[in-house]
């Protein structure tokens, strides 16, 4: 029978009511007062070469935010694109939501690290300028983005901690609010917000997160809506391969609902209130993951069985050798200030 009709003869809301549909422009609220689309492309490990490609199909199929760090060696590219739709009139750059991020070994130096971001984005401002990981690294090590000591550990900057840095931050928006519209975080646990937040003049907008069926991270997706902050679900796909595109039950719920399996994985944070970032440098993937629905209470009920079933498996992890605070990685040296 028609969902619709069971629904009234049953006399049950629909769920398209409760849950109106979202697609990749639904704005999220952020705590400054502006909005971050729903869905961005993502452009880690995008290649160079492709990137430029990506963003630029990724624009002109209706994609308004676009994820991007310093350390992922590709912003002159999306630079590049974002120049090109721009001028050829594709879209305003007020339209575009674009976010950055300070790299480890620039955190006591965030003016410099979001002025290098600015020239090879080729914009005047981001709309989001996150620090990427709450861990400080030596700017004057071997390597200017992966410093290293002659252990090969991570060459770690204990004179500072990512308390200083985000004050840092708050400074370059109060004094450059030309140049950053928002300040946020990401890769933070519930235990670094709890040291940050009591110090903090500004409530960062976003903590940008792992996030997946595997990873649901519901303490710290709890705590943020609880503290005003939005998150935003990095590797939703599972990162490189997306293997969780093969996981039965999020295939069994594509099933249901006559769509792909990325649908319901990229879905299921907008049924928690996040926005969600893809990321892929093949045009009929860029364009299949726009397609977002609303999933039931029953799809979020297998959603959350398949961390109880498999255990939870994080797939970005950097050997930083710090313990971030995060309940399934408990080893590592202590640097939450
Ligand atoms: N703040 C942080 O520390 C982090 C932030 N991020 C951000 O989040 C973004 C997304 O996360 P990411 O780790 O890249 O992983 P995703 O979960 O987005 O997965 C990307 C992988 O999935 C493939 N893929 C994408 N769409 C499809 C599809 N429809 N069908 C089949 N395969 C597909 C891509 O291949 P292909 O490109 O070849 O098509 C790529 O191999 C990043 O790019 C980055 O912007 C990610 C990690 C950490
Ligand atoms: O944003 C993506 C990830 O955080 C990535 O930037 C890190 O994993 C980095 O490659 C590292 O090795 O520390």
Redesign the pocket.
Known sequence: MNPALANFILGKTPDSILHPTPTMDTPLQLNTGASIPAL???????PKGEVKK?VIHAIEGGYRHI???FC?QNEDEVGEALEDVISRGVVKREDLFITS?LWCTFHKRPEEGLQKSLDLLKTSYVDLY?M??PVPMNPEGNHFLFPKLPDGSRDLDHSTNHIETWKGLEKLIKDHPDKVKAIGV??YSVKYLEKLLPQATIVPAVN???N?PLLPQQEIVDFCKQKGIHVTA?????????P??KDEAVNEIAKKHSV?P?TVLLSYHLARDSSV??????PS??D??RKLISLDNDDLEKLASVSKKHGFTR??YPAFGVNAGFPDKPEGVDMSG
Do not use: M
């Open positions: 961005g492309l993502g452009t880690w490990q995008s990506a994820d991007c760090a992922y991020k996150l990427h990981w990401a890769n940008q997160i792992e997946h990095y590797s939703p796909l599972g990162s490189t391969g997306s969780l595109l792909g990325g970032l893809a990321k892929s440098v093949t993937r860029i299949e993951n797939f970005v």
